[in-house]
Each structure stands twice: as structure tokens, then as C-alpha cells.
């Protein structure tokens, strides 16, 4: 049979659909169930969220409201140190970004400690490709395979404490709890290697309506940590850093751009919200409040 008698009668119809099922069949069988979901990390705590569940909001606000794509909260107890409970956050990372599953994370205060300790000391680890069903404990199963670390899209950090506060510092803070010894301004900057990310950017959301303890937090502050912290500010201690066009303190620049003093944000770290209004403060209120609401606002919009 000629070729132009193959073409009209079908014949490379005939194999684009072959080809067509093939692909169909390859993509049903390795890609087709990706997902992408959005985790939220939370900060010191002293709520009642039941730990190993992804559904409890309780520490954030309302579980209906828009917060990303697939949204799961990672409840870790707020309350011990970073070192004992960062297995919870590893789980949650094992179970919904591995695999051909991706991953858009939030934190606040305290979790960017969590999440920052998890990249730096275990994100270059083998980890068990997961098959996102988690059980009570808050692990999944293993879907067949490794992988080295965790597939991230970005980290949105709303009040970070990856620079500690003075506030546990000074004692300011019930001392009992062994998370407060984490949060002091020198142990929270030694803790790990914070310009070690993985790559993965994390985007510093920075409140400033802060008045209660302004005589012991340097610069401009939320009430619980300084814009030092929030702003991902590098070096062994807190230095103090305000909005544009205050006379007392240098500028907390916006990006990556350095600050007055030689002073550098930690690698892979942009400030993408400063507080300029001077109207956001540290708390959730249980109600996605202070400046966790631009990190929602965020999500919301671009975690899909």
C-alpha cells in the first residue's frame, strides 16, 4: 500500500492514538496521582491540637478559611525543644512532599525554627518515598523508593523566631518550658546552619505593631520577636532594625539587600512583607490574625 493510500486511510491517526494510550497508561502508572499541599508549622503553644493529626486548625483559626492547596496543620506540641519534636515535622514532610507530591510551606514563630532545622540537618538525607495516607501517629506508608530530602516549592515564615527573642533571653517567658531555652537570641542562631535552605527560599513576612515590650526587644517588633528574627537577619545576635525613615535604628531592607552595618539576611532568605503601618503584632487570636494573615493571604493565592 502506497503511502499517500496509509495517510487516507488513517493509519497515523491510528498510531498518535496508540501513542496517545501509551503515554496515558506511563502517566497512570508513575505521575498522575502528583498533588501538591500546602503544611502549616506552628509556633510555641500551649493549645489542645491533637498531635499527629494534619486536620486540627486549632491553633490557626477556622478550618474553612482558604489557606492553600490541600491544606494540612503540623502539630508539633509548641512546648518542648526543637531537637525533640522536629520529628514531626519530618514526618509531615516525608508523607506529602516526596514522591511525585510537592509541597508549599508555612510557619510561624517558632516553626521556623522547625522548619529550618529540618532542611538544614536532615534535607540532604535519604528519605522513603511516601504514599500521603498518614496514619494516627502522623506517618505514612512507603510508596516503593528514595529520594534525597524534600520537594518544596517555598517557605512562607510569618514572625520568625530563627534569630530567637530577647524576651526568652531576659526571662520574660515561663522559663519552665523547655522551648524557651531554644528561643534565646544566641542558642536559636547556633542551632544549626540557617543559610543551609536546600535551595528553597524562605519568603519573611515581618509585623511591627509591637508597644507592650518595646524597651526590651530591639528595633521595631510584633510584641514577640524583633525585626532582626522576622527579617531572617544573619550574625550571633540581634541587632536592632526599624521601617524606613526611624532616626534610632538602619532600615530592615526588603529582599535580599543587605543592611546598615555590613550586615546580611541568611541565604535564600527575602523579606517580602514589612510591616510599614505598623499594624500587624505576633498573635493568630485563633482567627489566621497578626501577621500570619499575610502569610494566608499568600497562600491562599498562590499555593495551588
Known sequence: MSQVAKNRWGFRPVRA????????????AGGASATNYSLWVNGRSNNSAVKGSYTDFIYWG????????????????????????NYRIRDALDCFCTGNNWCYVA??????????????????????????????????????????????????????????????????????????????????????????TRAKWFNMYAGAKGTLYSGILPGQDDEAVAYHSAGGVSG???????????????????????????????????????DNNESLNHYTKGNWGGVVSKVREHMAANAL
Open 17 to 28: 492514538a496508540a501513542a496517545g494510550l501509551v503515554t496515558a497508561l506511563l502517566c497512570a
Open 62 to 85: 477556622p478550618s474553612g478559611t482558604a489557606a492553600g492547596v490541600n491544606k494540612k496543620s503540623v502539630n508539633w506540641d509548641g512546648y518542648n525543644k526543637i531537637s525533640t519534636q
Open 107 to 196: 510557619a510561624h514563630s517558632a516553626g521556623n525554627l522547625q522548619v529550618g532545622y529540618a532542611l538544614s540537618m536532615y534535607g540532604g538525607s535519604t528519605r522513603s518515598k511516601k504514599n500521603a495516607t498518614p496514619g494516627a501517629s502522623g506517618t505514612c506508608g512507603n510508596s516503593g523508593g528514595t529520594q534525597t530530602g524534600w520537594n518544596i516549592k517555598w517557605v512562607d515564615i510569618a514572625a520568625g523566631a530563627g534569630g530567637g527573642s530577647e524576651l526568652s533571653d531576659v526571662g520574660s517567658w515561663a522559663v519552665s518550658e523547655p522551648l524557651v531555652s531554644d528561643l534565646k537570641t544566641t542558642t536559636a542562631r547556633a542551632m544549626y546552619d540557617h543559610n543551609q
Open 236 to 274: 550571633s545576635g540581634g541587632a536592632g532594625y526599624c521601617n524606613p525613615g526611624n532616626p534610632f535604628c538602619g532600615e530592615l531592607t526588603m529582599g535580599t539587600a543587605g543592611l546598615r552595618g555590613g550586615k546580611v539576611k541568611w541565604s535564600y532568605h527575602s523579606v517580602v512583607f514589612r
